[in-house]
């Protein structure tokens, strides 16, 4: 569970710049205080970019987690799943979000901005934020993830 007191990061991609905007409102009305690291319109952009700019942060420690948003979510999700210390995880359905905190640890939820209702993608910010990592068989598993 990530405290609501935290800042929470949230970027996107030019085809994510609507879902993101979206999410920043319904993540501040459910009390989340939000910094944006862009994109800042639908102006094209290169996801790594965005991505870079908030996973290198979250990988130091400067923040617990954070949401990012592209096209398909997949282009950010492998960006973020190159720092040592990122665990992220592609969400389409509330109990994926639910799940990828639950048996993954997931600090980092990537979004599909071109092929999610609005809705359903609070709904997974919603749980992604609250679940908790359960731990036990899955803490080993997670340990068998990074190469080094």
Known sequence: MFDKLTTLPIASDHAGFELKEYLKIKLAEAGYSIRDFGAYSTESV?????A???C??????Q??????????GNGM???ANKYHNLRAGLCWSNEIAELIRKH?????MCLPGRYIDKEEAVKCALSFLTAEFEGGR???RIRKIPLV
């Not at 290169?46 to 965005?50: A, G, M």
């Not at 993954?104 to 980092?108: G, L, Q, T, Y």
């Open 104 to 108: 993954n640890d997931a600090n980092i």
């Open 46 to 50: 290169d996801y790594p970019d965005i």
């Open 138 to 140: 899955h803490e080993k």
């Open 63 to 72: 923040y617990p987690c954070a949401i990012l948003i592209c096209g398909t």
């Open 56 to 61: 290198s942060l979250v990988d130091k420690g």
């Open 52 to 54: 870079h700019s908030v």
């Open 77 to 79: 999700c492998m960006t």
